[in-house]
Antibody, heavy 120, light 109 residues
Framework: QVQLQESGPGLVRPTQTLSLTCTVS??????????WSWIRQLPGKGLEWIGY???????YYNPSLESRVSISIDTSRNQFSLKLTSVPAADTAVYFC????????????WGQGTMVTVSS | EIVLTQSPGTLSLSPGERATLSCRTS???????LAWYQQKPGQAPTLLIY???SRAPGIPDRFSGSGSGTDFTLTISRLEPEDFAVYYC??????????FGQGTKLEIK
């Protein structure tokens, strides 16, 4: 059973870089069938897709965040990571990693989510 | 950029009743890449429906999806107490590649 687990600091200072890692267990991140994504949920709000990375390293980002986002993959560690630069308080959110099948586009596996607060 | 609009914002029903949730897209997305999720407080979303009408593994058959073009529907045929939650629709393939509706809260009447 594939599982995803987010890790990283729960508190980030304004203007700094938010960095999170998602560890994949029970399956290989090198499978060519999936997009490995980051999604966030602002407090009391809906879901916002941030971006994905494919096993090849190809990435695609939400245009609304593209200038500040980078996603990378480490197949040897079965992990993928998110960096969000120059964060304002408005980036405070629960950050989820998730897997979507490239054929269907449905996110079938999610991490539990990690709360990141941007505050001085 | 495609926009997904869900209605109603809140739906108040009783257990045993039928729930009909709507998702409208700002442009046609055909009949394939539309999914539905259920989210309970403090939890990650759970995939219910993908490909407009295919149930994800383990999802009860009281959940069904339908629609095409710009209008899509999630139907819960007979509400169970555990079904009261927030529901999101999601599209795949149109800019920004993945996007979600704002959600419908299904609450107990």
């Amino acid at each position: 059973q594939v599982q995803l687990q987010e890790s990283g600091p729960g508190l980030v200072r304004p203007t700094q870089t938010l960095s999170l890692t998602c560890t994949v267990s029970g399956g290989s991140i090198s499978s060519g069938d999936y997009y490995w994504s980051w999604i966030r949920q602002l407090p009391g709000k809906g879901l916002e897709w941030i971006g994905y990375i494919y096993h090849s390293g190809d990435t695609y980002y939400n245009p609304s965040l593209e200038s500040r986002v980078s996603i990378s993959i480490d197949t040897s560690r079965n992990q993928f990571s998110l960096k969000l630069t120059s964060v304002p308080a408005a980036d405070t959110a629960v950050y989820f990693c998730a897997r979507a099948h490239y054929n269907t586009g449905g996110f079938d596996i999610w991490g539990q989510g990690t709360m990141v607060t941007v505050s001085s | 950029e495609i926009v997904l609009t869900q209605s109603p914002g809140t739906l108040s029903l009783s257990p045993g009743e039928r729930a009909t949730l709507s998702c409208r897209t700002s442009q046609s997305i055909g009949s394939t890449f539309l999914a539905w999720y259920q989210q309970k407080p403090g939890q990650a979303p759970t995939l219910l429906i993908y490909g407009v009408s295919s149930r994800a593994p383990g999802i009860p058959d009281r959940f069904s999806g339908s629609g095409s073009g710009t209008d899509f529907t999630l139907t819960i045929s007979r509400l169970e107490p555990e079904d009261f939650a927030v529901y999101y629709c999601q599209q795949y393939g149109f800019s920004p590649m993945f996007s979600f509706g704002q959600g419908t809260k299904l609450e107990i009447k």
